[in-house]
């Protein structure tokens, strides 16, 4: 078994070699875009905003249903085990 101390260590190390490695690549975003105005806007279609801020709320309201459904499934399965595990000990 790994002591805390190794392992805190290694994730040390991979940590030091990933932000190396990152400001070694030395890589600058381009400082111009390619401007698309012959294109509506849209989520992947265009580089202008969209009108209302629609796709932001939209998305949010995705997420938002996507971790309810998540937490409510693991809400089961944690009731669900703690109610085996309780009728096992009797």
Same mark, same amino acid.
């Given at each position: 078994?790994?002591? !805390?101390?190794?392992? $805190?260590?290694?994730?040390?190390?991979?940590?030091?070699?990933?932000? $190396?490695?990152?400001?070694?690549?030395?890589?600058? !975003?381009?400082?111009?875009?390619?401007?698309?105005?012959?294109?509506?806007?849209?989520?992947?279609?265009?580089?202008?905003?969209?009108?209302?801020?629609?796709?932001?709320?939209?998305?949010?309201?995705?997420?938002?249903?996507?971790? $309810?459904?998540?937490?409510?499934?693991?809400?089961?399965?944690?009731?669900?085990?703690?109610?085996?595990?309780?009728? #096992?000990? #009797?």
């Amino acid at each position: 078994m790994r002591s !805390p101390a190794r392992l $805190a260590r290694c994730v040390l190390l991979a940590l030091a070699i990933g932000v $190396a490695s990152t400001a070694a690549a030395g890589a600058e !975003p381009p400082n111009t875009h390619e401007i698309l105005s012959a294109r509506p806007s849209g989520f992947w279609t265009s580089n202008r905003p969209a009108v209302g801020g629609a796709y932001r709320w939209r998305l949010l309201g995705i997420g938002v249903v996507i971790a $309810a459904i998540t937490g409510y499934g693991m809400l089961r399965l944690v009731r669900r085990a703690s109610a085996e595990r309780a009728s #096992r000990q #009797r």
